[in-house]
């Protein structure tokens, strides 16, 4: 059973940072592309950055700069290192990885997810 657990959310204040964390279970993902999408209240959940299997990066505009996303794939794990938060940064934070190696940037191309963290970031 494949499983993509979440951690690391909670409340901080405009210009705090924030590390979530991702631990992947049940299959091997080191040479899957992996992402983090969001999705704020009333709106669709779009992806925020991915990283392929040889740790090739794609950010979307909004955070490009402030956040960065890394993997350590012997320990299974996928981080998103979130840093300058805005109150606009807040969302459900979704992990999820696809079985392919490439970064794709729609969540239908993924195929698995984790249940989510909450941040909140206030201003």
């Known amino acids: 059973q494949v499983q993509l657990i979440e951690s690391g959310g909670g409340l901080v204040q405009a210009g705090g940072s924030l590390r979530l964390s991702c631990a992947a279970s049940?299959?091997?993902?080191?040479?899957?592309?992996m992402g983090w999408f969001r999705q704020a209240p009333g709106k669709e959940r779009d992806i925020v950055a991915a990283?392929?299997?040889?740790?090739?990066?794609y950010y979307a505009d909004a955070v490009k700069g402030r956040f960065t996303i890394s993997r350590d794939n012997a320990k299974h794990t996928v981080f998103l290192q979130m840093n300058s938060l805005k109150p606009e940064d807040t969302a459900v934070y979704y992990c999820?990885?696809?079985?392919?190696?490439?970064?794709?940037?729609?969540?239908?191309?993924?195929?698995?997810w984790g249940q989510g963290t909450q941040v909140t970031v206030s201003s």
């Open positions: 990283i392929t299997w040889s740790t090739r990066t």
């Open positions: 049940g299959r091997t993902f080191s040479n899957s592309a």
């Open positions: 999820a990885a696809r079985r392919g190696p490439s970064v794709r940037g729609s969540q239908s191309e993924y195929d698995y």
